[in-house]
């Protein structure tokens, strides 16, 4: 799992895809943490992307770094404790300036699944997530 956030943090950027009905929605995500040995999202429950992830928990994620990619599948379930939310605000502060722990706007998801970060000359590296 550290693997896969070490990645996906020094990355900055990553892409988010979620099941829209029957589209795939992709948009772009920055912020990610670590909760009881888990990877964490976030954003607001007003979003599209946050009724979509509640339809449908089945996410994929990619991003690169250089001449590396990592590609994850996985379950993305809501976790409505403060203390995930403050575990996320704490990770990224400048989160701080959207959101508060007691906002009853700002949600995080757990994610659940398989990762792995590939690449055209090295054996992909598989992890479970």
């Not at 590609?71 to 379930?77: D, G, K, L, M, P």
């Amino acid at each position: 799992m550290k693997a896969i956030l070490d990645f996906l943090k020094e990355a900055g950027t990553f892409y988010l895809a979620t099941v829209d009905g029957d589209k795939a929605q992709v948009r772009p995500f920055g912020a990610v943490c670590e909760f009881e040995g888990k990877i964490y999202l976030i954003t607001a429950n007003q979003k599209d992307v946050y009724k979509q992830m509640k339809a449908n928990p089945n996410v994929a994620i990619s991003a690169t770094i250089k001449d590396k990619w990592v590609r994850i599948s996985a379950v993305a379930e809501e976790d409505t404790r403060r203390e995930a939310r403050v575990a996320m605000l704490e990770a990224n502060p400048s989160l701080g300036r959207m959101y508060n722990a007691d906002d009853n706007l700002m949600v995080v998801f757990k994610l659940t699944g398989k990762a792995c970060i590939c690449s055209f000359t090295a054996a992909p590296e598989e992890h479970i997530i």
